[in-house]
């Protein structure tokens, strides 16, 4: 019998990319779709692995099912590293919408008389796993560079995809397919680095 795991996304796009990058004959992977709803948990953490520890560790108790979970977003260095961990609430943090079509507006609108060679920025993915205790087992982090561009450009992908520009491929992480995307991106990156710990320890025999 497969060892089910919970991935505590209830985004559907970032759900599938987790399904394909973790692909594990023993595993069977759910999402917080498939679950009668938890109580949110509230994203208190200083830094993208706080959230995913913090995360992890709630959802783990409250369903007792291991779990992964992720805390992504965008750092903007004109921007003194913001949104940072409020990548996801960045307009409604300023009144501004929600959603990422409004995260996206309200980012434009603060980078508008940044010139091009200022517009730096990174994506950051953090990965934890956690028993169904609440134990944190493995834990992981990783990055992609990137800048802003002055509109958005490309269909794929979710949140501000279509405004990261990747210099060495001269496309928006939204012009990318999936594949294309799942090689370079910061949650790609941090995904094979899960994996390889996951290969690598014997928490799927400590269960």
């Known amino acids: 019998m497969n060892l089910k795991i919970l991935i505590a996304t209830s985004n559907a796009g970032k759900a599938a990319e987790f399904r394909h990058m973790l692909k594990h004959d023993r595993l069977d992977w759910i999402d917080l779709s498939q679950l009668d709803p938890a109580p949110p948990v509230e994203e208190t953490g200083q830094t993208f692995l706080d959230n995913a520890n913090l995360k992890a560790a709630a959802y783990a108790r409250h369903y007792g099912l291991w779990t992964l979970a992720d805390d992504s977003g965008l750092e903007v260095e004109a921007l003194n590293g913001q949104p940072g ?56 982090h990783n990055n992609i560079e990137g800048r802003i561009l002055r ?14 520009y990747i210099e060495s491929l001269a496309r928006t992480a939204a012009e990318l397919s999936p594949d294309e995307k799942h090689a370079i991106s910061h949650r790609g990156k941090a995904l094979r680095a899960m994996k390889r710990l996951m290969d690598q320890t014997d928490w799927l025999t400590e269960q």
Do not use: M
């Open 85 to 140: 961990v409020y990548s996801a609430r960045w307009a409604l943090r300023h009144s501004a919408g929600q959603g990422d079509a409004a995260n996206n507006a309200l980012l434009l609108k603060q980078l508008a008389d940044v010139p091009d060679e200022q517009r730096n920025a990174r994506f950051v993915c953090a990965l934890s796993l956690a028993r169904p205790s609440g134990e944190i087992v493995v834990a992981t």
């Open 151 to 164: 509109a958005p450009k490309g269909k794929n992908g979710f949140g501000y995809d279509p405004l990261f």
